[in-house]
T-cell receptor, first 114, second 110 residues
Framework: LAKTTQPISMDSYEGQEVNITCSHNNIATNDYITWYQQFPSQGPRFIIQGYKTKVTNEVASLFIPADRKSSTLSLPRVSLSDTAVYYCLVGPEGGYTGRRALTFGSGTRLQVQP | NAGVTQTPKFQVLKTGQSMTLQCAQDMNHNSMYWYRQDPGMGLRLIYYSASEGTTDKGEVPNGYNVSRLNKREFSLRLESAAPSQTSVYFC?????????FGPGTRLLVL
């Protein structure tokens, strides 16, 4: 399963755009890229998912270059409530095939300050 | 819809005791998962169930057993709890690549 690498932590201020990049050099042809957000004492929450190019929803945008070896989660105009841990996951459709499990890693801790 | 529900929310056990963590989902998903999350760490997969009647080991299955009772319910059992199993346990269900998580069960083993 493709391993992902993310920055351990990031700091930002309210109103700024935040970009979190994830490296996944060994991504497989049928792998999707999914980002989750986790607040303290809660389970992770799905943010956005993509396969290639750009995906946008009401919460974030996901940019995936042509080689798909990395991806960037973009959070526009962050607020204090965006302070959380963000996980990048790479895996096949269905999430699990045999012993290949979705691996969360340690994620990126985003701290938004006033 | 309640989504994914877990019981109990919090539990304290003594070493050697057994317990079952319950998980249910009302989204008609085929796939369900059990993860554990230690402080400051990411989630690690304990067991996975692709459908009713099937289960597979994940990254850290030792010391745990699971039962996929029906499509809705997926339980995790600790037969003889150890302090190393102190953690927060999350259950999830999924459709395609998207997983939906429960609120978690905080387990303390003394």
């Amino acid at each position: 399963l493709a391993k992902t690498t993310q920055p351990i932590s990031m700091d930002s201020y309210e109103g700024q755009e935040v970009n979190i990049t994830c490296s996944h050099n060994n991504i497989a042809t049928n792998d999707y890229i999914t980002w989750y957000q986790q607040f303290p004492s809660q389970g992770p929450r799905f943010i956005i998912q993509g396969y290639k190019t750009k995906v946008t929803n009401e919460v974030a945008s996901l940019f995936i270059p042509a080689d798909r070896k990395s991806s960037t989660l973009s959070l526009p105009r962050v607020s204090l409530s965006d302070t959380a841990v963000y996980y990048c996951l790479v895996g096949p459709e269905g999430g699990y095939t045999g012993r290949r499990a979705l691996t969360f890693g340690s994620g990126t801790r985003l701290q938004v300050q006033p | 819809n309640a989504g994914v529900t877990q019981t109990p929310k919090f539990q304290v056990l003594k070493t050697g005791q057994s317990m079952t963590l319950q998980c249910a989902q009302d989204m008609n998903h085929n796939s369900m998962y059990w993860y554990r999350q230690d402080p400051g760490m990411g989630l690690r997969l304990i067991y996975y169930s692709a459908s009713e009647g099937t289960t597979d080991k994940g990254e850290v299955p030792n010391g745990y057993n699971v039962s996929r009772l029906n499509k809705r319910e997926f339980s995790l059992r600790l037969e003889s709890a150890a302090p190393s199993q102190t953690s927060v346990y999350f259950c999830a269900s999924s459709v395609k690549e998207t997983q939906y998580f429960g609120p978690g069960t905080r387990l303390l083993v003394l």
